[in-house]
RNA sequence: GCGCUCGUAGCUCAGUAGGAUAGAGCGUCGGUUUCCUAAACCGAAGGUCACAGGUUCGAAUCCUGUCGGGCGUACCA
């Protein structure tokens, strides 16, 4: 289903043609600016009028005199400078009401052209607990895969985990020199079952440990060279082994986590930089070979173009180091190389921090450069950071980054009081439900409604409050809706059966007006959301339409209305409740409840 | 130094392509419950859009400069 804001657009555009012979100009069609303006606007004529050295008012009214829009909108009016104000018909806003109703997405159309897009976020480092550096990326990633998906393009998610590097070597060394498995060194058996009890947190402990001797000891140092060695060649089978012990209890934190939150990762969906690490050379070879990558300061570099340093020469892209080692400049041009080559990606999507940017810069240029990415688009898409109260980078108390798994116990743990305090006669099993859905829902929820693009401050009692634009008001708006239907059946009201009666919605309250004209938008928001990747223009719909029902909900008695407006009324809590339930659970991923 | 990015109400933030009197939430003040969940609704006050220029019929938005914050800037990712 088209959205009328397209539609609208169309319709100008022709008129436009008509009356100037300017073709395909634009419409310039957004929502109003005050409700007393109408439901839409077009800003065209001003700007076409100095084009075209007339005067835009003038030019408003020839635009009108050819508008075929009678269908859709009442008489339109000129305003102000030469605004052309549409007011959509309300028989209109009732018959798209029944489409809505019989389309299973609620008016979000597919794309005329679908394509691969290869999405890489979250990014979970090995041995490490995911911390709130995660968080960003993992549901902004998630969130931009699902409006991809549903959109209708094949999308292929991509966790390019960090399970690579010298790192690794260090770990698995310490592992050796640990007490608890030097006894049984020279069998394979009784490590895996000694490893197998090690928890993330040991891992993390581990990992600091060596990474410290690592720095003191010299002996030490050779010996966890030989293992990144022994990894690299697969030359020594207890060295792997210990890697991919390490790797799948790493899994299973983050699968653990992405299982709270909601996210679509699965272990096929990982392509970590150990996957690419023999392609490695290949890459510097074939740069080599183009004549793009030289030696410089005993790294091998490209320099793409249009890149400067602080003296104003050549920025250098290092795909070598002068040790031999590779970067991940190498495996992020190793990855494009395999998801334009093999997965056969149109577009690649990176879902990562701002401050990554000029490495992306550098890396799509390159890729450019070499020929690799000749029809694929390369998209970077940045977010902020997550800030603490204090405005600083949101970090413990000791100065450690917040775990993932601590923040959102801490979340579910204050939802459940305020279940608690609300509603006590709710089982327990209920509650610990309502208090996840809430509790995980409010942190998600926060983390859309920000603008991506900028960095934001976490607050427990803002994005659990009830008021706002929260998670908790969402999710009490839904459950007011279910409410009603259960109170409907109660009274013996059968509600399938009224819903189908309704040949057209008879929208005579202003509430009720308003509220349908939102739902009918709901294409339209998905539209914007998803040209810019932005979800806080979900969320905004999303409230606007919550808020919208709280109102006809105040105004409009659904159960208790005389027969002839009750269906109406059932029919616009039934595409208010799947609009919100589309919204939260299928865009954003956070549960809605029935009751709370 | 250079580059990127941000500066909007007391607070947290929106602001789609340059459009009308700059919006929302919180907080503050006032009101609403014999009625489907008041975790709600209605109303009010609150602004030099950091500052100064410029382009334009029109600028929070574009350009230049200044001030202030954050980030990045050759072998971490």
Request: hydrophobic share 40%; aromatic share 8%.
């Amino acid at each position: 289903m088209r959205p009328v804001i397209d539609t609208i657009s169309q319709s100008i555009s022709a008129a436009i043609e008509k009356a100037t012979g300017q073709k395909d100009a634009s419409a310039m069609v957004t929502p109003a600016t005050d409700a007393k303006f109408g439901d839409y606007q077009s800003n065209a004529a001003m700007g076409l009028a100095k084009q075209l050295k007339t005067n835009p008012r003038q030019l408003a009214e020839k635009i009108i005199a050819e508008l075929e829009i009678d269908d859709i909108c009442q008489e339109p009016e000129i305003a102000g400078a030469g605004f052309i104000n549409l007011r959509l018909k309300s028989d209109f806003v009732a018959e798209s009401l029944l489409k809505i109703k019989a389309d299973k997405k609620l008016g979000i159309e597919k794309v005329k052209k679908p394509r691969t897009v290869v999405v890489d976020f979250s990014g979970p480092n090995i041995a490490k607990q995911m911390h709130v550096g995660h968080l960003r990326s993992t549901i902004i990633g998630d969130c931009i895969c699902r409006m991809l998906e549903l959109a209708g393009n094949k999308v292929i998610r991509q966790n390019h985990i960090g399970d690579w590097g010298t790192q690794f070597g260090v770990l698995v060394q310490h592992l050796y020199e640990l007490s608890v498995f030097k006894k049984e060194d020279e069998n394979l058996q009784s490590l895996e079952e000694a490893i197998d009890t090690l928890s993330i947190e040991d891992l993390e402990v581990f990992y600091r440990e060596a990474t410290e001797q690592y720095n003191l000891d010299d002996t030490f140092k050779k010996q966890a060279r030989k293992r990144v060695v022994e990894l690299h060649t697969h030359s020594e089978p207890l060295t792997l082994k210990l890697w991919e012990h390490i790797v799948d209890e790493s899994r299973k934190n983050y699968q653990f986590i992405y299982d709270i939150l909601g996210i679509n990762l699965h272990k096929e969906n990982e392509r970590g930089e150990s996957f690419y690490s023999e392609k490695l050379a290949g890459i510097v070879e074939d740069l080599k070979k183009l004549g793009l990558a030289e030696k410089s300061d005993g790294a091998i570099c490209v320099f793409p173009e249009g890149f400067k340093n602080k003296e104003g020469e050549p920025l250098p892209f290092i795909i070598q180091k002068s040790d031999g080692a590779f970067l991940y400049a190498t495996t992020d041009l190793a990855a494009i190389r395999y998801r334009i080559n093999e997965l056969k990606a149109d577009k690649i999507i990176y879902v990562t921090d701002a401050r990554q940017k000029l490495h992306f810069e550098m890396l799509f240029t390159v890729a450019k450069q070499a020929g690799w990415a000749k029809d694929t688009e390369l998209v970077h898409i940045t977010f902020g950071s997550v800030l603490g109260e204090d405005s600083k980078p949101l970090k413990t108390r000791s100065g450690e980054n917040v775990k993932l798994k601590e923040l959102l116990d801490e979340a579910v743990k204050r939802a459940r009081g305020v279940v608690e305090e609300k509603n006590p006669d709710l089982s327990e099993d209920e509650k610990e439900k309502i208090a996840r859905a809430v509790g995980i829902g409010a942190v998600k929820y926060a983390d859309y409604c920000n603008n991506r693009t900028s960095d934001y401050i976490f607050s427990f009692d803002k994005m659990l409050a009830m008021d706002g634009n929260t998670a908790p008001y969402m999710q009490y708006a839904y459950a007011r809706i279910k409410s009603i239907g259960r109170k409907g059946e109660e009274k013996g009201i059968n509600i399938e059966k009224e819903l189908k009666i309704v040949k057209k919605p008879y929208l005579g309250e202003d509430a009720e007006l308003a509220l349908a004209k939102q739902l009918i938008r709901y294409g339209e928001a998905f539209n914007c959301a998803i040209a810019d990747f932005k979800p806080n223009f979900l969320t905004a719909y999303l409230f606007e339409l919550a808020q919208k029902f709280s109102a006809f909900y105040n105004a409009c008695p659904v159960l208790d209305a005389s027969e002839d407006i009750r269906p109406t009324r059932l029919l616009l809590c039934e595409l208010t409740a799947a609009t919100i339930q589309h919204g939260m659970e299928d865009l954003l991923g956070i549960e809605t409840i029935k009751r709370m």
